[in-house]
């Protein structure tokens, strides 16, 4: 009997959502630190990369069979989506704004989910887990500013996530580079 391989030649898809993730994040991060306001750059980047490009690698990440890629991409990509939904819905009518506390048990809810991602990131590379680990505290962080009305808390986490999506990219841009060179160029911490 002919026992035939199915070669997966695929693209990795990890790149697109860890770019969408990263850039998105960066840019509403520049707006918590207070270097601009909250406007429709934000929420496009949001609907589109942030939330609709990772949904489309997490799809991908199922093709592929891997459970982690897939529930991470495709929660971010919900998160994004929601997040520009909560915030637009209340200027077209389709509901109130969330008060501090609803923001706040909203952000530590993702917190949560990302922690436990943090710890699935343990039998991963060192950029990954820089990635979930920075992610996990920037949600901690925005839930307190949020509780607690602290401006500078919000800056402070601002810059936090800077450092969270500068991550991404970085693993995103490493992955993309190393694949085409065949060879580690930018290290990943294996």
Not at 25 to 36: E, I, R
Not at 149 to 162: C, L, N, R, V, W
Request: proline letters at 3%.
């Amino acid at each position: 009997m002919d026992e035939s391989v199915i070669k997966d030649t695929t693209a990795n898809p990890a790149p697109l959502g860890l770019m969408g993730f990263g850039m998105t994040t960066v840019l509403l991060n520049l707006h918590n630190a207070g270097l601009f306001g909250l406007g429709s750059m934000i929420l496009a980047m949001g609907l589109f990369y942030g939330g609709i490009a990772q949904m489309i690698a997490g799809i991908m990440e199922w093709k592929k069979g891997n459970t982690f890629g897939t529930t991470a991409f495709i929660s971010y990509g919900a998160f994004w989506l929601t997040l520009v939904f909560i915030l637009i819905a209340p200027k077209l009518g389709l509901g109130d704004a969330p008060s501090a506390i609803e923001m706040s048990a909203y952000l530590f809810m993702w917190g949560l989910f990302t922690f436990g991602m943090f710890i699935g990131t343990f039998k991963a590379n060192r950029a990954l887990q820089i990635v979930f680990g920075t992610l996990a505290l920037l949600f901690v962080l925005l839930a307190i500013s949020d509780l607690t009305g602290s401006a500078a808390m919000k800056e402070f986490a601002g810059y936090e996530g800077i450092i969270c999506g500068l991550s991404a990219i970085y693993l995103a841009l490493a992955e993309i580079i190393n694949e085409k060179f065949g060879k580690t160029i930018l290290p990943l911490g294996e």
